[in-house]
């Protein structure tokens, strides 16, 4: 699963927008409440499981069918549960020569408990039939994804969005649309029937085996699944899909999106081909199963879901050919869920505990897809926004990756899982080398095909592949918490021709266990040492002719853990010019950054515009100190030229809006040329810029835009309009506002209210009176005080306008909304 709160891209808006309330510091009672989570014992094993569903769209019902065949793992028994959440159960039967002889069960609205017939032996398989009802719009789940099965829109209410259903069965909610045992150790092979309304399309695992017209104007297809998998895997999605349908090796790779983007299906889901074939040769497995579909739809819960063979994704992944232009890498999501069905689906964590096997190694997926796509660059900045985002939550560093005690599974979705345990298996890799850390890959995959696994059985297989012992290794990264974070310091001593390097690991807990490469450079030359620190503290001496230009400490850029680094700018620019990777660069760039009075950090940022690789750029750009003359001197040529020519559209449109600070009248007619621009988000940067030198020509210029507008330009426009409109713009202003979220709509409320400040038609202030108010009352505990301050400021506005209407209603209104609970 890829939750985008672990990317670097994108988080919810409730986060981004600071509506989440603070978060409580975790009690001593709820720690007590993390409890040892054992693997989940295996009285009967899943073999195979047939369903036969159709949907009642009008109360968000399916009507289900079940032959779930089973046989005891190894203890004889005549009993049998299976999860199966919020069901109506009308019969549950053991079938016998054909026939279906009832059987006695109890259930709590979780599980079931069947009485089987007679007692069953390892030997035996049996077969289990359920006549039942899910209701997932009933269920008491506290989580958005505890539903597993999701009506969207089914009686077709909502203007322009599509009549869908999907699935989500991770970690356990498949058992919210059909009884299973529903633990990542169990493994079925399946039959999915779905009778569905006859213009729809289906997508389910496996192949599509059969599709039978009916004579209600219904259609039923038939979903194979001949391989095992884990039931959280199982999907299944309704809807009106365009399909594009791809290949790799003679294998169907098909692309399911809304019928407006299918022209651009494969400009969205291209590389997949690619990847797969990439992914196949590195783990020396054939990607294993027999086809694989990925599906854009409503509504998703999670960033995706890599169902077997069935990859699910929010709508947010479709895009037109304009659109992709300004979204970097947007295949990374894609390729996680991809290296999932190697690591995940074809090998899965035998429990929540070791889900490290899954999401850590999808989360390598996509440094290794970076570094084989884009370069060395591109993967370490994706290294790197990963570190960073794991560094940035404190709790993190209290968590081991192998988590054997916590409170509810979803704990173990989190950074540490995700962007930590991907960045471990990359230190790994390092350490082993590529040849030896791919093999231990391929030993791991064939020794547990269709099986389970645990964080043990990778460590055998990196063991047998190196021949090395890494009990080392796992003890600390993976049963062990947190992080080095290290001091470094430096001396040279001119009398002894040596230089020293200061090693201190200042955290907390134990002591890291770290092999890293010093480089240092000297008269020309960069010689290598490689060296273990065990302790706390070490001091090393290394002899050389003269003073270094450099002492380049983690030369490869390999720290799992924070760096305070005590170089010079001096040598930080020594390091950004002459040390290889995209970290020494970073690195330096972040100390001009933090030291911009001084002139030799000044030259590095400036430099550093014109970096080989455009993320350091972006940073160097974003990090220029635009009240300091100096800097803004040097830079305007630069920024121009990024402006006008950089291949990033991104980069160009930041650069575009730095010169729109200059407010300098001679840059409008490069923002009228920006505005030729296929990108949205340079088109919107232009716009915003040419509204700083010139609002009338902006006013001008802003609705021939109107009708095909995205993301930055859309933003743009309603920043024009309510910066300098009338009521001639109250239309367009009043329903852009009203068709956003709440939570987007109230980073849009300032803005809102500085236009119906000086409106003059008072029946239309009042109404955006009333819709601020509305916000500013239903989401009190977050922006109330806010909302109060903004509607303060209109009513100052109405005063002058002698609107005393409008005036009242203000004061009408802050007074519910701090009656407001």
């Not at 039967?93 to 390892?122: R, W």
């Not at 409320?749 to 119906?756: L, P």
């Amino acid at each position: 699963m890829k939750n985008l709160c672990l990317t670097s891209a994108i988080c919810t808006i409730l986060f981004l927008t600071g509506w989440a309330p603070i978060k409580a510091q975790q009690k001593p009672a709820d720690i007590a409440l993390k409890i040892y989570r054992e693997t989940p014992a295996k009285i009967n094993d899943l073999l195979n499981t047939k369903l036969e569903v159709r949907f009642d769209y009008q109360k968000h019902y399916l009507y289900g069918k079940e032959w779930v065949t089973l046989k005891p793992h190894f203890y004889p028994t005549d009993t049998l549960r299976l999860d199966a959440k919020g069901m109506d159960l009308k019969n549950i039967s053991i079938v016998k020569s054909g026939k279906n002889i009832p059987l006695k069960f109890t259930y709590d609205s979780l599980s079931v408990a069947v009485q089987l017939d007679k007692v069953y032996h390892n030997n035996e398989n049996y077969t289990i039939y359920i006549d039942y009802t899910a209701k997932p719009d009933e269920l008491k789940a506290t989580r958005k994804h505890g539903k597993g099965l999701y009506f969207i829109n089914p009686d077709g209410k909502i203007k322009d969005k599509p009549i869908q259903i999907w699935t989500e069965g991770e970690p356990e909610s498949s058992s919210a649309w059909f009884p299973t045992i529903d633990k990542p150790n169990q493994k079925t092979t399946s039959e999915i029937s779905m009778t569905v309304p006859a213009e729809y399309v289906t997508l389910s695992n496996g192949r599509l085996a059969s599709q039978k017209n009916n004579t209600d104007n219904t259609r039923t297809d038939t979903w194979k699944m001949e391989l095992p998998n884990a039931p959280y895997l199982f999907m299944m999605a309704v809807g009106n899909f365009k399909i594009y349908k791809d290949s790799w090796h003679g294998k169907e790779v098909s692309y399911y999106v809304e019928p407006k983007y299918a022209p651009y299906a494969k400009d969205i889901f291209g590389f997949t081909p690619e990847a797969i074939g990439f992914f196949s040769k590195i783990t020396g497995i054939d990607y294993p199963w027999n086809k694989y579909a990925q599906i854009a739809v409503r509504d998703y819960v999670s960033g995706a879901m890599e169902n077997t063979t069935a990859m699910v994704t929010g709508e947010g992944a479709q895009a037109t050919k304009r659109e992709l232009i300004d979204r970097v890498h947007h295949d990374f999501g894609g390729v996680h869920e991809l290296f999932h069905q190697w690591f995940g689906d074809y090998v899965t964590t035998e429990s929540w505990s070791n889900l490290t096997l899954n999401e850590s190694f999808a989360d390598l997926g996509e440094i290794l897809w970076a570094e084989h796509k884009y370069g060395q660059d591109a993967a370490d900045e994706h290294i790197q926004e990963g570190l960073q985002g794991y560094l940035d939550n404190p709790q993190n560093a209290t968590k081991n990756l192998v988590r054997f005690h916590y409170i509810v599974k979803q704990d173990v979705f989190d950074g540490v899982t995700y962007q930590k345990g991907g960045r471990i298996l990359n230190l790994l890799r390092h350490y082993l080398g590529n040849d030896a850390f791919y093999k231990g890959l391929n030993i791991y995959l064939k020794t547990n095909a269709l099986k389970s696994a645990e964080a043990q059985q990778l460590r055998l297989a990196m063991e047998e592949a190196s021949g090395l012992d890494l009990n080392w290794f796992f003890n600390q990264w993976y049963y062990g918490a947190g992080h080095p974070v290290m001091s470094i310091g430096y001396k040279w001593d001119e009398a002894n021709k040596t230089q020293t390097v200061y090693l201190q690991q200042i955290q907390d807990g134990q002591t890291f266990t770290l092999p890293m490469a010093i480089d240092i450079y000297e008269g020309g030359k960069k010689q290598r040492h490689q060296i273990w620190m065990r302790k706390k503290a070490d001091t090393l001496i290394f002899p050389a002719a003269s003073k270094p230009d450099l002492v380049n400490v983690d030369a490869e850029k390999l720290l799992l853990g924070k760096k305070n680094d005590d170089k010079t700018i001096t040598e930080y620019t020594f390091q950004y010019s002459n040390a290889p990777l995209y970290l020494d660069r970073y690195e330096a760039i972040d100390a001009a950054i933090t030291g911009q009075k001084n002139p030799v950090a000044q030259k590095l940022l400036i430099t550093a515009l014109n970096d080989k690789y455009h993320g350091l750029r972006m940073k160097a750009l974003k990090g220029l100190n635009m009240d300091n003359d100096t800097i803004r001197n040097m830079a305007y040529p630069l920024i121009v030229t990024i402006a006008q020519k950089d291949d990033n559209s991104l980069l160009r449109a930041q650069a575009i809006v730095l010169l729109g600070k200059y407010k300098k009248a001679a840059d409008t007619a490069l923002f009228k040329q920006a505005l030729k621009s296929e990108s949205y988000t340079v088109q919107g940067a232009a716009l915003w810029s040419l509204n700083q030198v010139n609002p009338q020509e902006a006013m001008i210029l802003a609705p021939l835009y109107e009708k095909d507008n995205k993301g930055d330009l859309t933003e743009t426009i309603y920043t024009v309009y309510t910066a300098n409109a009338r009521d001639e713009k109250w239309e367009y202003i009043y329903k852009f506002y009203m068709s956003r979220f709440a939570e987007q709509r109230y980073k849009l409320t300032a803005k809102f209210g500085d236009y119906i400040g000086r409106i003059k038609n008072t029946v239309n202030a009042q109404l955006g009176i009333k819709e601020i108010k509305a916000l500013g009352i239903e989401y009190k505990k977050y922006v109330g005080l806010k909302i109060i301050d903004i509607l303060t400021s209109v009513k100052t506005h109405r005063m002058e306008l002698n609107d005393s209407a409008s005036v009242k209603a203000i004061d009408e209104a802050i007074i519910d909304i701090n009656k407001a609970k």
